[in-house]
């Protein structure tokens, strides 16, 4: 069964302070991973695909990054407007359904 | 990017009453989409999978007769929530996967049952 989690569960980070959020997964064969930010009382806003190990993407002040086991989401610099849940979630080849990790909690204070 | 609506964005109803959801993709075509469900700081909870032209895919322990899901073309799936009580208050999220790039997600509705 494909398996999701994310750390820390809440990071309060002063503007500026750059930081990693962590989300290790198991799948059987993995077929994507992927990371959005939601916003309270929003749907999830898609940040980022990453297919293989090895693979990086940028946007803005964020870059994810994907190893067989985990991914990690780097924040440069944050501002308070980054503040929001980063969800990371995960797709095998085998199904149709992606399983997501319980979140990250990120709030930046000015 | 994929754009995927939702309306009602808000709907307050009384116990007993039945609720209609639409979930529309507006730029792409989803044979699938899914319906999540989400308490307050707490991640997503997959609730079923709507399939153009077939049956939804229910998650157990999601009564099926209660939320009932119409996948009628390839751009609009609805979820029903029928007889609806408090303990349904939620925010209820679709979403469609284009291709194999990502989930996109709808705004999501709060329904409130008084």
């Known amino acids: 069964e494909d398996q999701v989690t994310q750390s820390p569960e809440a990071l309060r980070l002063q503007e500026g302070e750059s930081s990693s959020l962590n989300c290790s997964y198991t799948?059987?064969?993995?077929?994507?991973l992927f990371w959005y930010r939601q916003d309270p009382g929003k749907g999830p806003e898609f940040l980022f695909t990453?297919?293989?190990a090895g693979e990086e993407k940028e946007k803005e002040r964020l870059k994810a990054t994907l190893t067989k086991k985990e991914s990690f989401l780097h924040i440069t610099a944050p501002k308070p407007e980054d503040s929001a849940t980063y969800l990371c979630?995960?797709?095998?080849?085998?199904?149709?359904?992606?399983?997501f990790g319980p979140g990250t909690r990120l709030s930046v204070l000015p | 990017g994929a754009v995927v609506s939702q309306h009602p964005s808000r709907v307050i109803c009384k116990s007993g009453t039945s609720v209609k959801i639409e979930c529309r993709s507006l730029d792409f075509q989803a044979t699938t989409m899914f319906w999540y469900r989400q308490f307050p700081k707490q991640s997503l909870m997959l609730m079923a999978t709507s399939n153009e032209g077939s049956k939804a895919t229910y998650e157990q322990g999601v009564e099926k007769d209660k939320f009932l899901i119409n996948h009628a073309s390839l751009t609009l799936s609805t979820l029903t929530v029928t007889s609806a009580h408090p303990e349904d208050s939620s925010f209820y999220i679709c979403?469609?996967?284009?291709?194999?790039?990502?989930?996109?997600f709808g705004p999501g509705t709060r329904l409130t049952v008084t």
């Open positions: 979630a995960v797709r095998d080849n085998y199904g149709q359904n992606f399983v």
């Open positions: 990453l297919y293989s």
């Open positions: 979403s469609a996967p284009l291709l194999d790039r990502a989930l996109y």
């Open positions: 799948v059987s064969g993995l077929r994507g």
